[in-house]
Each structure stands twice: as C-alpha cells, then as structure tokens.
C-alpha cells in the first residue's frame, strides 16, 4: 500500500460484510467516511480504519496521482452529507481517486420494496436496540436489513430515468416556444413537472433507506455490548 492509494477493510452490520473504503494518506492515517457518531469525513488512524481486520487496496486502471487523490481527499474533510444510495464511503473514495462518485457494491444486491415500510420500520430498530432482548434485536436488525438491501436494479435506474425525463421535456418545451406552439410548450412542461415530482419522490425514499441503513449500523454497537 502506498499514498494516495484506495483501501478498503471488510465490515460487517449484524452479520452482513461490506467494504468500507478509504485514502491511504501514507502515514499511517486514513480519510473516509467515518461513522463514529454523525457519519462524517475525517482522517483516523489507520488501526480505527481497519477494526482489527486486513485492509485492501482497490486497483483502479486510471487514477489521479497521489497528490491530487489526497488533495481531493482533504478537500472534504468534515463533510456530513452521507448517503448510502448517492454519498457513501465507496462514492467518497472511487471521486479522489478517479474523479467518478460511483459505487460497485450497490449492484450487488436486490431490493424488496412491498417489504419496506418506512419510518416504522426505523422506529421498530431504533425502539428495539433500546428495549428489546439483543437476540430479538438481532433478529429485527435483520429482517430490516434485508428488507432494504440495496439496489441499484430497481429504485436508482427509476431515479435516473426520471431525471432524464425531466431534462428532456425540458429542451422539448424550449423548442416549442421557439416555434411559437404555446400548446406544446405546456404540455411539455406539464410532463416536466412529473417526471421532476418523480425524481423527487424516489429519491426521498432511498434518503430514507439510508438513514435506516445508518441508523442500524450505529446501533449495532450499542447491541453488540450489550451481547457481552
């Protein structure tokens, strides 16, 4: 491992792995996307990175140099806007060092939306981890994370489509006004507004889903101690 490099540790939220990744800064310190408290960016040891497990490099064919990736990195420290569907850990390392928010780990799983009701079924967790017996918790950890186990099959494709809709109905009612056909235009802008409403819509819901996601992993400490 080397400065500048992309790492990632394995972690587990009640029993399920997922990479946790990070920028190597080269002394023995780590930027990412720490969940201690608020999620937020910061530079940790390389030790509270990695939890006591191996840490990883992630090869990338094309990258910036190390100066930029920890420039880049640097750059957010701080930052409190995580999302697990649009600003995760994955998202945060893959832009320092490539320059694309983009995250492999959301194509590997399904979603079970008829299965997820929400914020009952975050109030269920978080009353849980407070009340409940850890093995119960345990169980309900469980069925809420499967429940809401990441996708990008059905939700984020719904998401950008819906985008895309509304940046296209939008360039369809500027030509009409161009050609005088008021008529289009707001036909146009009507089909505009839904699609944006759209958008809106689906992507509250995966905010949602992220916070229960957070909210679970955050939880599991308190859990996890009470175990012992």
């Not at 009640?14 to 408290?37: A, L, N, R, W």
């Not at 992630?58 to 569907?85: C, N, W």
């Not at 060092?97 to 983009?102: A, F, I, Q, W």
């Not at 489509?161 to 008021?182: G, N, P, S």
Request: glycine share 4%; charged share 25%.
């Amino acid at each position: 491992m080397a400065r500048g490099d992309q790492i990632y540790a394995i972690r587990e939220i009640m029993g399920i792995p997922y990479e946790h990744h990070g920028i190597d800064c080269g002394d023995s310190t780590v930027i990412h996307y720490s969940k201690s408290g608020e999620a937020a960016i910061a530079r940790t040891s390389r030790d509270s990175f990695a939890r006591g497990g191996r840490v990883y490099t992630k090869s990338q064919p094309t990258a910036f140099i190390a100066d930029i990736v920890i420039d880049r990195a640097e750059s957010r420290l701080g930052e409190r806007q995580y999302d697990l569907f649009f600003n995760n850990c994955e998202h945060f390392a893959n832009w320092c060092k490539t320059g694309d928010s983009d995250c492999e780990q959301l194509d590997n799983f399904g979603l079970r939306l008829d299965q997820i009701r929400q914020p009952q079924v975050s109030d269920l967790a978080n009353r849980a981890a407070q009340n409940e017996s850890p093995a119960k918790t345990m169980r309900l950890f469980q069925e809420a994370l499967s429940n809401i186990a990441i996708a990008t099959q059905t939700l984020l494709p719904q998401y950008n489509q819906a985008t895309e809709d509304a940046f296209t109905w939008h360039r369809v009612a500027q030509k009409a006004l161009a050609k005088d056909r008021e008529d289009l235009a707001r036909a146009a802008l009507h089909r505009q507004v839904t699609a944006q409403k759209e958008a809106k819509k689906i992507k509250d819901y995966l905010t949602q889903l992220s916070d229960l996601q957070l909210s679970l992993e955050q939880n599991q400490t308190l859990v996890a101690s009470r175990m012992t």
